[in-house]
């Protein structure tokens, strides 16, 4: 049972760090709106999979921000 509770553990670390990184990327970038900015960050926001999501389908849409 132990095992069960560190892989569980392990699972969703994985998953807070790219959710993480999914909304440092989404806080870079342009969408061209707010409104398409919020829903992404919402989209990003699902547990265990929506910085999969955001990853194949919002990671191209967005430019970056001019330094």
Same mark, same amino acid.
């Given at each position: 049972m132990d095992k069960i509770v560190?892989?569980?553990? /392990?699972?969703?670390? /994985?998953?807070?760090?790219?959710?993480?990184?999914? /909304?440092?990327?989404?806080?870079?970038?342009?969408?061209?709106?707010?409104?398409?900015?919020? /829903?992404?960050?919402?989209?990003a926001l699902i547990p265990l999979v929506g910085w999969l999501i955001y990853l194949i389908f919002g990671y191209k849409k967005g430019q970056k921000k001019p330094a």
């Open positions: 560190l892989y569980i553990l /392990l699972i969703a670390a /994985l998953s807070l760090g790219l959710t993480m990184l999914a /909304l440092i990327d989404i806080i870079k970038k342009d969408f061209g709106s707010v409104k398409t900015k919020v /829903l992404w960050h919402f989209v």
